[in-house]
C-alpha cells in the first residue's frame, strides 16, 4: 500500500530565524577534505598508500529537516519488561524532535499498523504522539518484513522531500515467523538502522537489513539495558545532518600510478562505481553528521621514474560533492602530489594518519576472521586472533591515544564473549555483528552495554545521551528539542542556561593572568595522569590474557578518559587567557 498523505506544510516556528546560506562557496565548507600521504617518494616503482578523509563540519550551522520512520515489534515477546523499555525510549524520541522534524510510528506483530502519518512534531502533536506510545500492547507473532514494507511505503509517499533527510530505525527482540524474509524488502539509499534487543533476536538478519541499507547500522542492546541509550546515538546523528548524498571521487592519472589491487579504493563496505576504462571510483556515502568523518585508503603503485628528473608528480585526484537544503554543491578539484626524487630516506615511514587507519583497518578484519573461526565452533582459535589484533595495536600505534585504548578494550570484550560457544551463540554474536559494523560504516553503533568502547561518536551523541540517562531516570523532566541549527559542540547543553549576571569588568591583563594559573595546574595534573598511564601500559605489556590484564586495561582506560577531559579543558582555558571567550 502506497501512503502520501505527510504532512506538508511547516508550522510556524517560534525560534530566532537565522541566514539562510544561499552561497555554493560557504556549503562547501560543511564538508572538509583532509590527506595524507608522503610529501616525498624516490623515483625507484613502489606502493603508496593515500589517506581522504571527509570530515563534517562542526562549526555552527544549518540542519537538515529530519523525516523519521520508527517501525516497532510489538509481537507477544516484547510483553512485559520489553514494551516498557520501547516505549520510555520513544518518548525520548518524540520529544527531542523539534517542529523542523517529521515522524511516522509503524508497529508490527502477526500484521503491520501504521500509527500516524508522517507529521511535524509541534506541541500538539507531542500530546498526540506521547498518547499512541502508551497506548502500544504487545502481542502475536514477528511479521518484520510486513513492519519494514510499511515503513518504507511510507518513505515512498513522501510529497513533501526537497531538503529533507529520511531515515528508518527498525526495532525487534526476536526473529521473523510470519509474512516472509524481511531481507526482501528493497530499501533504495534509505540509510536503515537496526536495533537488536535482548538475547533472542536475530542478529544475523538485523545485520543483513542494515548492511543492504546506505549506511546504516545494526545496534545490539543487551536485555539489562535501556533502549532510550542507544535511541539517544542515533537521533544525536540524525538531527545534526549536514550533508546529504554525499559522494567521493578519485581519478589516478596515466601513466603516474597503476592499481596495486582490485578494489584499489577502500571505503569499507560503503557502495561504489566505477569508470568504464577504470581510471576513477565514485564512492557513495549518503548523510554525513556534524564532527563525522569518512576515510577512505587509496592503494597506488607509483611507475617506475628512475629515468626522469626529480620532478613533482600528480598521482591522483579526488573530488567531492553532495546536496544541502536542496542545493547541489560540488567541490574544487584537488590534486594529490608527490615529490619524485633520486633518494627519499623517510619515504618508508607512512604519516601517523595513514598508519593509524590502516591498523584499525587491520583490527577489523581480525574481529572479521575471530567471527568466522567461532562461527565454525572453532573457539580457541578465534581467541587466539583476537590475541594478535592485541599485539599488533599494542606494538603498531600510540598507547596514550584514547581511541587505541577503546580498540583494545573492545577486543577485550570480544575475548571474554569467545570463552564459550554457548556464551558467543547468545551475546557474542551480536556484539561482533554490531562492532563490524560500526568500523565498517565508521558511524557509532550500541555494542550490547558495552561500557569504555564508544567509537565514532560525535560531541552532540554524549550530550544526548546523558538526557537519555537523565529521562530514564526521571520522565517527566523532558529534554530540550533539538535546535533548528547545528550548534557549536560546547554550546550543547543539557538545559537552559542560567540568566547572566553583572559582573564588574576586570582589565584584561589581569584577568588573563588570574586564569594562568588555573591552566598551568590543568597541564601538572595532564603530565601526571599520562606519566601514570604510561607505568600502567608498561604493566599490562608484561602479562597475558588474564583477569590482572583486564583490571589493568580498565584502569588504564579510566585515565585515558580523564586524560582527554583535561586536555580538552585545557584548550578551552587557553582561549580564555587569549581572549577571555
Given at each position: 500500500m502506497a501512503y502520501n498523505d505527510d504532512e506538508q506544510t511547516a508550522p510556524t516556528s517560534t525560534e530566532p530565524a537565522r541566514p539562510t546560506v544561499g552561497i555554493t562557496g560557504q556549503l562547501v565548507k560543511q564538508v572538509r577534505l583532509n590527506k595524507y600521504h608522503n610529501d616525498v617518494a624516490s623515483l625507484a616503482p613502489h606502493d603508496q598508500e593515500v589517506l581522504l578523509e571527509l570530515r563534517g563540519s562542526s562549526s555552527s550551522t544549518d540542519r537538515a529537516g529530519l523525516d523519521l520512520v520508527a517501525v516497532i515489534d510489538v509481537s507477544g515477546s516484547m510483553d512485559g519488561d520489553g514494551i516498557d523499555k520501547a516505549k520510555t525510549a520513544l518518548q525520548f524520541v518524540i520529544r527531542k524532535l523539534s517542529d523542523l522534524d517529521r515522524l511516522c510510528i509503524v508497529t508490527f506483530s502477526t500484521d503491520a499498523t501504521r500509527l500516524c502519518p508522517l507529521r511535524f512534531v509541534t506541541a500538539a502533536a507531542q500530546a498526540e504522539l506521547k498518547a499512541l506510545v502508551d497506548g502500544l500492547r504487545a502481542y502475536g507473532i514477528t511479521n518484520m518484513k510486513g513492519g519494514l514494507v510499511t515503513g518504507m511505503s511510507v518513505v515512498d509517499g513522501r510529497r513533501l522531500t526537497a531538503g529533507r533527510a529520511v531515515s528508518v530505525m527498525l526495532m525487534s527482540d526476536g526473529y521473523q515467523n510470519h509474512g516472509g524474509d524481511a531481507r526482501d524488502v528493497q530499501l533504495k539509499n534509505v540509510p536503515v538502522y537496526t536495533f537488536g534487543f535482548g538475547a533472542s533476536h536475530d542478529s544475523n538478519l538485523l545485520e543483513a537489513i542494515a548492511r543492504?541499507?546506505?549506511?546504516?547500522?545494526?545496534?545490539?542492546?543487551?536485555?539489562?539495558?535501556?533502549?532510550?541509550?542507544?535511541?539517544?546515538?542515533?537521533?544525536?546523528?540524525?538531527?545534526?545532518?549536514?550533508?546529504?548524498?554525499?559522494?567521493?571521487?578519485?581519478?589516478?592519472?596515466?601513466g603516474e600510478a597503476t592499481?596495486?589491487?582490485?578494489?584499489?579504493?577502500?571505503?569499507?563496505?560503503?557502495?561504489?562505481?566505477?569508470?568504464?576504462?577504470?581510471?576513477?571510483?565514485?564512492?557513495?556515502?549518503?548523510?554525513?553528521?556534524?564532527a563525522e568523518a569518512r576515510r577512505v585508503i587509496v592503494?597506488?603503485?607509483?611507475?617506475?621514474?628512475?629515468?626522469?628528473?626529480?620532478?613533482?608528480?600528480?598521482?591522483?585526484?579526488?573530488?567531492?560533492?553532495?546536496?544541502?537544503?536542496?542545493?547541489?554543491?560540488?567541490?574544487n578539484?584537488?590534486?594529490?602530489?608527490?615529490?619524485?626524487?633520486?633518494?627519499?630516506?623517510?619515504a618508508a615511514r607512512k604519516p601517523r594518519p595513514v598508519e593509524s587507519e590502516l591498523a584499525r583497518r587491520q583490527h577489523a578484519d581480525m574481529i572479521?576472521?575471530?567471527?568466522?573461526?567461532?562461527?565454525?565452533?572453532?573457539m580457541e582459535d578465534a581467541r587466539?586472533?583476537?590475541?594478535?589484533a592485541r599485539k599488533a595495536l599494542e606494538e603498531n600505534l600510540d598507547q596514550a591515544n584514547p581511541t587505541v585504548a577503546m580498540l583494545l578494550e573492545e577486543l577485550r570484550q570480544l575475548r571474554g564473549f569467545m570463552e564459550r560457544q554457548d556464551l558467543y551463540n547468545r551475546e557474542g554474536r551480536p556484539y561482533v555483528a554490531s562492532s563490524l559494523a560500526s568500523h565498517d560504516r565508521q558511524r557509532v553503533a550500541t555494542r550490547g552495554q558495552a561500557d569504555g568502547v564508544r567509537l565514532y561518536t560525535t560531541p552532540h551523541m554524549d550530550t544526548y545521551l546523558k538526557q537519555a540517562e537523565q529521562f530514564e531516570k526521571n520522565p517527566d523532566e523532558a529534554p530540550p528539542p533539538a535546535t533548528k541549527h547545528v550548534p557549536e559542540p560546547d554550546q550543547v547543553v543539557d538545559q537552559e542556561p542560567p540568566p547572566e549576571a553583572d559582573v564588574p569588568?576586570?582589565?584584561?591583563?589581569?584577568?588573563?593572568?588570574?586564569?594562568?594559573?588555573?591552566?598551568?595546574?590543568?597541564?601538572?595534573?595532564?603530565?601526571?595522569?599520562?606519566?601514570?598511564a604510561f607505568v600502567l601500559m608498561a604493566s599490562v605489556r608484561t602479562s597475558g590474557w588474564d583477569s590482572d590484564r583486564y583490571a589493568l586495561y580498565e584502569q588504564y582506560y579510566r585515565l585515558m578518559r580523564m586524560i582527554t577531559?583535561?586536555?580538552?579543558?585545557?584548550?578551552?582555558?587557553?582561549?580564555?587567557i587569549v581572549d577571555g571567550s
Open positions: 543492504k541499507s546506505l549506511g546504516g547500522t545494526f545496534n545490539y542492546v543487551a536485555d539489562s539495558a535501556n533502549l532510550t541509550g542507544p535511541f539517544s546515538q542515533l537521533l544525536g546523528g540524525l538531527l545534526t545532518i549536514i550533508a546529504q548524498d554525499l559522494e567521493l571521487t578519485v581519478t589516478r592519472f596515466q592499481i596495486k589491487r582490485v578494489v584499489w579504493v577502500d571505503a569499507g563496505t560503503y557502495p561504489q562505481t566505477t569508470a568504464g576504462d577504470g581510471s576513477s571510483v565514485t564512492v557513495s556515502f549518503g548523510t554525513l553528521y556534524s592503494y597506488l603503485a607509483l611507475a617506475d621514474k628512475t629515468a626522469s628528473p626529480p620532478y613533482d608528480a600528480n598521482v591522483c585526484l579526488a573530488q567531492y560533492r553532495f546536496t544541502f537544503q536542496a542545493q547541489q554543491v560540488t567541490s578539484p584537488d590534486l594529490i602530489t608527490i615529490k619524485r626524487r633520486r633518494s627519499a630516506p623517510d572479521r576472521a575471530a567471527r568466522d573461526m567461532a562461527e565454525a565452533n572453532n587466539n586472533k583476537l590475541e594478535e569588568e576586570v582589565p584584561r591583563d589581569v584577568a588573563a593572568g588570574d586564569r594562568r594559573t588555573p591552566s598551568a595546574a590543568l597541564r601538572v595534573a595532564t603530565a601526571v595522569l599520562s606519566l601514570a577531559c583535561l586536555l580538552r579543558l585545557n584548550t578551552c582555558m587557553h582561549d580564555y
